[in-house]
C-alpha cells in the first residue's frame, strides 16, 4: 500500500511564496508521473501541473512562469514551488501519484492522491 504526505501549505499574502512537498511510503512499487492539482471552493479539480519520470514537466496557463515543480526519485518526493502568488491560487492542493507494481508477470497501475494541502492567498 502507498501513502501519500502532503505539506507546505498555509496562508501567506499575495505576491509571497509556498513550496509544496509530497513524499510516499510503502515498498514495492515505482513512480511514474506525478503531480499537483487544486481545487477552489465551488470549482472542479484542475491539474496545475505534472512531471514524468524522465523529468518532463507541464503547467496549466495559469500558472507557468510561477510555479516550478521537480522530483526527488530517491526519496519518493515531488516538490512545487510556487511564487508570485494570487488570491486567485487560493485552493486545496493534491498530489497524486502514478505507480506500477508487477505481480504474476504481471504491471498493474494504480493513482494515488495525497490528503490535500490548503493554500490561502490573501490580497
Known amino acids: 500500500q502507498v501513502q501519500l504526505v502532503e505539506s507546505g501549505g498555509g496562508l501567506v499574502q499575495a505576491g509571497g511564496s509556498l513550496r509544496l512537498s509530497c513524499a510516499a511510503s510503502g515498498s514495492g512499487f515505482s513512480i511514474n508521473a506525478m503531480a499537483w492539482y487544486r481545487q477552489a471552493p465551488g470549482k472542479q479539480r484542475e491539474l496545475v501541473a505534472q512531471?514524468?519520470?524522465?523529468?518532463?514537466?507541464d503547467y496549466a496557463d495559469s500558472v507557468k512562469g510561477r510555479f516550478t515543480i521537480s522530483r526527488d526519485n530517491a526519496k519518493n518526493t515531488v516538490y512545487m514551488q510556487m511564487n508570485s502568488l494570487k488570491p486567485e491560487d487560493t485552493a486545496v492542493y493534491y498530489c497524486?501519484?502514478?505507480?506500477?507494481?508487477?505481480?504474476?508477470?504481471?504491471?498493474?497501475?494504480?493513482?494515488?492522491w495525497g490528503q490535500g494541502t490548503q493554500v490561502t492567498v490573501s490580497s
Open positions: 512531471i514524468t519520470s524522465g523529468g518532463n514537466t
Open positions: 497524486k501519484f502514478g505507480t506500477r507494481t508487477y505481480s504474476g508477470g504481471n504491471v498493474h497501475y494504480r493513482d494515488y
